[in-house]
């Protein structure tokens, strides 16, 4: 979860990260590994400390906060080569102010069924 350009002044209710979270516990449940959210704003820390006591423990344990360096580095530590290439890929292009929203978007990919890396938009 990329909160590089997060706009607090459209975010300052906990309760929508507390429902975030309850629906990662509740859809995804055991197949959710690990969540990393990344460069979240300082001043954006007091909307985790209000919400953090809501989460279910099983699901804090494994959310992780890293800035988009340290990020980098795990991710070369712990994904295969491709997947980590794509991760520092589109955390470049979401720092790019020159890129749109419509141009990042064509390039957001999921995995499907299959194993198979796809675009996510149709």
Known sequence: WDCHG???S??????TTIRFFQAQEGYFAERLHEMIV?????IAIFI???AWPFIP?????KVKFMTSEELRVHAWQTFDEATAGRLGDAMTLNRDHAVSLEQRKKTWTCV???????PMLP
């Open 6 to 8: 997060l706009r607090l």
């Open 10 to 15: 459209m975010n300052l209710d906990p309760t």
């Open 38 to 42: 990344v460069d979240m704003p300082r």
């Open 48 to 50: 985790k400390e209000a």
């Open 57 to 61: 423990e099983r699901t804090r344990n």
């Open 112 to 118: 499907d069924p299959h194993g198979k890396v796809v």
